[in-house]
C-alpha cells in the first residue's frame, strides 16, 4: 500500500480547559475520498482546521507529502497541494463567479491565458460554464456550493478538503456535487476529505470512514462497516434507556 498523503499522530487541540480533540490519529491514501463524520460537536470542525492549518494543534503532528507541516498555516499548507472549502462558504458574494474562481488560481498559476484557461475548465465542471458573468451571490444556493467546490478545485490541489459542501442542498442539487466530486476524483487524481452530516451522501460516495465522538475516535472502515458498528449506531441514536 503507498504511504498516506496526510498523516496525523496524536493530535491534540485545546480550548482554554476544554480538550476539543484528544489524540487523534488518521491517515488519508492517494486517489481517496474518506469521510470524517460524528454527532454534534464531536470534533469534526476542529479537527479539520487543524489539519488544514487553520488551528495549530495543541499536540501531535502532521505529516502531508512525506513532510512534517504540524502548525504551518492555511497559506502555507494551500502551496504545498492541500486546499480547503469553508463550511459558510468559500465565495466572494459580490464578485463575479469569473473573479471567484480566479481567486483559486492566483497561488497556483502566473500566467493569464493559463488562467482563463483553467477557469474555463473549472467552470465547465462543476456546471458553472453559462453563469462566469453573474454576481456570485445572486446564484441559488446549489450553484454558490458548487462555486466554493470550484475555487477550492481551481487550484488544482492534492489534496481537497471539502468542509460541508452539502449543506442546505435537495437530492438533485446533492446528486449533481457527488457527480463533480467523483469526477474531481477520478479525472485528475485528486484526493477528497470530505466533512459532511448528509450520511446517505458519505456512504455513497466514501471509501473510508473515520467517526468522531467527544473528540476522540470512534471507529474508522467502510461505510457497511460504519452503518454496522454497534459504537457507532449509540453514538448517533443514543443507548434508547
Known amino acids: 500500500m503507498s504511504e498516506p498523503i496526510l498523516r496525523a499522530e496524536n493530535i491534540s487541540r485545546r480550548f482554554g ?18 469521510g470524517l463524520i460524528g454527532p454534534n460537536g464531536a470534533g469534526k470542525s476542529t479537527t ?5 492549518g487553520y488551528y495549530k494543534p495543541t499536540s501531535g503532528h502532521i505529516t502531508f507529502l512525506g513532510q512534517d507541516v504540524t502548525g504551518l498555516s492555511t497559506v502555507a499548507m494551500s502551496r504545498r497541494g492541500l486546499v480547503r472549502t469553508f463550511q459558510h462558504g468559500s465565495l466572494l458574494k459580490g464578485m463575479s463567479v469569473r473573479d471567484n474562481i480566479l481567486m483559486g488560481t492566483l497561488r497556483s498559476l502566473r500566467d493569464n491565458a493559463a488562467r482563463e484557461k483553467r477557469i474555463a475548465e473549472t467552470a465547465e465542471m462543476v456546471g458553472l460554464a453559462d453563469m462566469l ?3 456570485a451571490g445572486s446564484l441559488p444556493h446549489g ?3 458548487m462555486l ?15 468542509d460541508e459542501p452539502l449543506a442546505g442542498l ?8 457527488l457527480a463533480v466530486m467523483q469526477r474531481i476524483r477520478d479525472d485528475f487524481g485528486t484526493t477528497i476529505l470530505l466533512v459532511d452530516h448528509n450520511m446517505r451522501a458519505i456512504m455513497q460516495i466514501c471509501e ?23 459504537d457507532v449506531i449509540r453514538a448517533y441514536l443514543g443507548d434508547g434507556e
Open 17 to 34: 480547559g476544554l480538550l476539543a480533540v484528544s489524540e487523534f490519529n488518521f491517515d488519508i491514501r492517494p486517489g481517496e475520498v474518506l
Open 48 to 52: 479539520f482546521n487543524v489539519i488544514s
Open 133 to 135: 458573468d453573474m454576481v
Open 143 to 145: 450553484h454558490q456550493r
Open 148 to 162: 466554493s467546490i470550484a475555487i477550492g478545485f481551481a487550484a488544482r490541489p492534492k489534496l481537497l478538503c471539502l
Open 170 to 177: 435537495n437530492h438533485t442539487e446533492m446528486g449533481a456535487a
Open 208 to 230: 473510508r470512514i473515520v467517526v468522531l465522538n467527544y473528540g476522540r475516535k470512534l471507529a474508522e472502515g467502510t461505510p457497511a462497516e460504519i452503518r454496522n458498528n454497534p
